[in-house]
């Protein structure tokens, strides 16, 4: 009874609003409100392999599979939650939309064979700007609901690029390729790396990390991500 007049005394000071939309959060709700969860624009492409996000990729680099959990459009929710967990200082949104997708891919045969989830790196200055790398709060939360390890250590960024937002898609591939390396090659040897990243867009900067990945280790690639721009 202490507990819950406390928490209701701080929540009037310091109010949990959902990340996506701003409203207040209700106590048994964490990050995102139940409304957002059921209406966030889902694109179930874990159930399909011939899925445009897949399709984007095709005759650029063999990959096992391809999904992404919600379709990112400029002023939807799903942006305001990229942006939130991006700029905010708000890494429990990568971690919680983790472990919601990790709970749909868990059940999916083809992420059943998955050995590891790599996040992509972020480059140290970059990392200690921002303070942590988004797309390892997202991989944290897939490897807690699907109990698979994840590495941020044996795959890097050895330089640091631009921002790709303005770039087009033969300036976001000049941009990233050549930019990553392997540190440990004995832990990804021939597995199945599931590389995540926030948002898919042209899928340059997956597409350079999958091709070093291949040539070095001989590992079998999946994409997942938190969204994907509508291909």
Request: aromatic fraction near 10%; glycine fraction near 4%.
């Amino acid at each position: 009874m202490i507990q819950s007049l406390l928490e209701d005394f701080l929540n009037l000071i310091y109010p949990r609003t959902c990340a996506a939309c701003g409203n207040t959060l209700f106590r048994h709700e964490e990050v995102i409100c139940s409304q957002c969860l059921i209406h966030l624009p889902k694109t179930f492409f874990h159930q399909d392999r011939k899925n445009p996000l897949f399709q984007l990729f095709w005759g650029k680099v063999p990959l096992e599979m391809v999904s992404s959990f919600y379709f990112f459009n400029k002023g939807n929710k799903v942006q305001n939650l990229i942006h939130q967990l991006k700029y905010n200082n708000r890494p429990d949104i990568g971690v919680y939309i983790g472990k919601r997708y990790g709970q749909y891919l868990k059940k999916e045969d083809n992420f059943k064979t998955v050995d590891i989830i790599i996040p992509v790196p972020l480059h140290k200055k970059k990392l200690r700007k921002r303070g942590y790398n988004q797309a390892e709060m997202f991989a944290s939360g897939l490897s807690s609901s699907m109990d698979i390890p994840y590495d941020n250590l044996s795959f890097i960024r050895n330089t640091n690029t631009e921002t790709q937002t303005k770039k087009s898609k033969l300036e976001r591939w000049e941009n990233v390729k050549n930019k990553f390396s392997i540190t440990d090659t004995s832990n990804l040897e021939n597995k199945h790396i599931l590389l995540v990243d926030d948002v898919i867009t042209t899928g340059s900067t997956l597409e350079a990390c999958a091709h070093v990945l291949i040539d070095e280790v001989r590992a079998k690639i999946s994409f997942a991500s938190i969204a994907a721009s509508h291909h």
